[in-house]
């Protein structure tokens, strides 16, 4: 069976550290999503990649920075957390070309807390 | 810029069809698909039509695509309450390599 791993399920943290979250998926996919889903506003692109150490920037990336070292791992890093980037961090995963629609694996989320 | 716009709440009772909306506003987009979150859980692709359909059917779900108005929809029949879930329309667009635009979710409450 298909799947996308986040290392944590419930993450709490202080204002100011630095946090990393981590993805791995066992599908051998070329892209990687990273989404940040927050009540009333859905899911908002933070980063992706389409290979390793590739990345492009979503719709909010400030704040925000990733790596992708193997093809199988995509980590979003908080270089100093605020309150403001409490939220359920979602990764997914999918392999272009393969079919004409996109079809995305996402992982169980990682919701953070920062205090 | 794209938006993908659907309402944020729908509650039925047990046995009910549930009709899901959604409005997009990208006509260059390639395919609509819908995902469904269960509590707890990341989101799972449940279908997708291609723009140049109409209407997709499979089992209990419907999908009805009107590119004119640029509205999409969900139809689930004899809805039970496994179907309680979040559910997602997302676009993509072409030459986009994989990156859909979601909408907020409509939270289904299926009541008994």
């Known amino acids: 069976d298909v799947k996308v791993t986040q290392s944590s399920r419930y993450l709490v943290k202080r204002t100011g550290e630095k946090v990393f979250l981590e993805c791995v998926q066992d599908?051998?996919?070329?892209?990687m999503f990273w989404y940040r889903q927050d009540p009333g506003l859905g899911l908002r692109l933070i980063y992706f990649s389409y290979d390793v150490k590739m990345k492009e920037k979503g719709d909010i990336p400030e704040g925000y920075s990733v790596s992708r070292e193997k093809k199988e791992r995509f980590s979003l890093i908080l270089e100093s957390a605020s309150t403001n980037q409490t939220s359920m961090y979602l990764c997914?995963?999918?392999?272009?070309?393969?079919?004409?629609?996109?079809?995305?694996?996402f992982g169980s989320g990682t919701q953070l807390s920062v205090l | 810029g794209e938006d993908v716009e659907q309402s944020l709440f729908l509650s039925v009772r047990e046995g009910d069809s549930s009709v899901i909306n959604c409005t997009y506003t990208d006509s260059s987009s390639t395919y609509l698909y819908w995902y469904k979150q269960e509590p707890g859980a990341g989101l799972q692709l449940l279908t997708y039509?291609?723009?140049?359909?109409d209407m997709k059917q499979d089992q209990r779900l419907t999908v009805l695509l009107n590119k004119k108005d640029k509205h999409l929809s969900l139809r689930i029949a004899d809805t039970q309450t496994g179907d309680s879930a979040i559910y997602f329309c997302a676009e993509s667009m072409r030459g986009s390599q994989g990156n859909l635009i979601f909408g907020k979710g409509t939270k289904l409450s299926v009541k008994p």
């Open positions: 599908m051998d996919h070329e892209n």
């Open positions: 039509i291609f723009s140049n359909m």
């Open positions: 997914a995963s999918s392999r272009p070309g393969t079919q004409p629609y996109e079809k995305l694996f």
